[in-house]
C-alpha cells in the first residue's frame, strides 16, 4: 500500500474507534484529548472526514483487481 493510503486506513480506523466508543459509551476521545470543537478537534475531524471520502476509493481498487 502507499503511504497515503495507510494514512488514510490509520485515519477511518480512529474515526471509527471515536465513534464506537460514542455510541457505546457516549465518550468522545477527540474531543476529551483536544477539547470541544477547538481548533485542533475541528482539523482531526475534518481529516477523518476526507480519509473516509478517500477511502471509498478502496473498493473501486478491489473490483479492479477482481476483474483482471
Given amino acids: 500500500m502507499r ?3 495507510m494514512i488514510s486506513l490509520l485515519l477511518v480506523v480512529i474515526g471509527a474507534v471515536n465513534w464506537g466508543l460514542i455510541g457505546f ?3 468522545d476521545l477527540v474531543a476529551s484529548l483536544f477539547g470541544t470543537m477547538s481548533g485542533f478537534t475541528r ?3 475534518a481529516l477523518v472526514g476526507i480519509a473516509g471520502i478517500y477511502a471509498i476509493s ?3 481498487r478491489d473490483q479492479n483487481r477482481d476483474i483482471e
Fill in 3 to 5: 503511504t497515503f493510503d
Fill in 25 to 27: 459509551f457516549r465518550f
Fill in 58 to 60: 478502496f473498493f473501486a
Fill in 43 to 45: 482539523v482531526i475531524y
